[in-house]
């Protein structure tokens, strides 16, 4: 079986091709908007110095990488965990722990890399062997019940995680990193936290679009094909897995500088991959930008609704009113933001080419 012939059949559907080209020529003709927004970003902080707004901001480039690592694993695999805060909390607490109990500033970060990055890894990997050979429900239980036995024993174990309590390591986070990093400084964690978000995106757009990428999102399509032309899908799916839970877990280090407090329910709780799965179907799965304008609106949405507290007590039970915000995204946008966006361009510029 020939080269080509794999890449025909790797090919999706026929049903699917017309969006896919579609998407792909949206993605060539709007660079430009993404330049746009990052020169904006970019700005930002010298028209708005409230500590406040930017540390919201700050947390929406992080929660949005987090999002996205979920996406490779929905959007890109076709796999729904239930567990993906683990990797989140791994590197939430590697920074906690490092912090805490190394003295160096810069080793202590050097070391909680190397342990969240390669402790994310080996879970992912040993989860993904056990469960991925089954249905991907198995999987998603599988993950819910490894994530519940970390967050337990997170819990527990109080003399090395300090329990419910966790950590608040304000003192010991530096302000002269590398001599010249603040990282107490909001602007300075601001422009980090978006440098990452940028890098995030890049490396995991080349990754989507890369063989293994598209190799990906046929298994997502059509699992039988795939494995019909030879390829391992256990191999492909666990390479998706350990590339979530290595971002995720990237991103729970960020998050730990960011707001200096780490606790179990915080970062591994399973509301935390619930919140991740929101963002993802909200924004649009199986799209990068989705992922970002998720976060955006689910931590934009919930810091709005908490602050009308003081309004009316009607906002009091503003989780309620979150629900609902929830439910009319996905009346108005079924297919998320950036998916519905996307329909109604190509639908319009069908109607277009029709005319002419």
């Not at 020939?2 to 999706?12: A, G, H, I, Q, Y």
């Not at 530096?174 to 990452?196: C, K, M, S």
């Not at 998706?240 to 960020?254: F, N, P, Q, Y």
Request: glycine share 8%.
């Amino acid at each position: 079986m020939n080269v080509n012939f794999k890449k025909r059949m790797l090919t999706p559907d026929t049903q699917h091709s017309s969006t896919l080209m579609d998407r792909n020529t949206w993605r060539k003709k709007q660079p430009w908007v993404f330049i746009a927004i990052c020169f904006v970003m970019l700005l930002l902080p010298l028209f708005v110095t409230q500590s406040s707004m930017l540390f919201l901001l700050t947390n929406i480039f992080i929660l949005a990488v987090f999002a996205m690592s979920y996406d490779i694993l929905l959007g890109y695999t076709g796999i729904i965990s239930f567990g993906h805060a683990m990797f989140f909390g791994f590197g939430a607490y590697s920074v906690a722990l490092s912090l805490t109990y190394i003295e160096q500033a810069e080793v202590a970060l050097l070391v909680a890399l190397l342990a969240g990055v390669s402790f994310s890894v080996i879970v992912s990997f040993f989860v993904g062997l056990l469960s991925l050979r089954l249905k991907d429900t198995f999987y998603a239980l599988i993950t819910l019940a490894v994530a519940t036995i970390f967050l337990v024993i997170a819990e527990q174990w109080r003399s090395f995680t300090r329990g419910d309590e966790g950590f608040n390591f304000t003192a010991q986070v530096p302000t002269e990193l590398f001599g010249f990093i603040n990282l107490i400084d909001r602007q300075t964690v601001y422009y980090l936290a978006f440098l990452f978000l940028i890098v995030m995106f890049l490396v995991l757009r080349q990754f989507i679009y890369s063989p293994v990428g598209r190799t990906l999102q046929a298994i997502r399509e059509n699992e039988s094909r795939v494995s019909a032309l030879g390829y391992s899908i256990i191999r492909y799916k666990l390479i998706s897995t350990i590339v979530a839970g290595v971002v995720a877990s990237l991103a729970g280090m960020m998050y730990a500088v960011s707001i200096r407090f780490v606790n179990p329910f915080s970062t591994m709780d399973v509301d935390v991959t619930i919140d991740a799965l929101l963002m993802v179907v909200i924004g649009g799965v199986g799209t990068l930008y989705g992922a970002i304008i998720g976060a955006g609106v689910i931590e934009i949405a919930s810091h709005w609704l908490m602050g009308m507290r003081d309004v009316h007590p009607i906002f009091e039970r503003w989780v309620i009113l979150f629900g609902l915000v929830f439910i009319m995204s996905i009346l108005f946008f079924p297919a998320g933001i950036v998916g519905t966006a996307r329909e109604k361009w190509s639908k319009r510029k069908g109607k277009r080419s029709s005319q002419e």
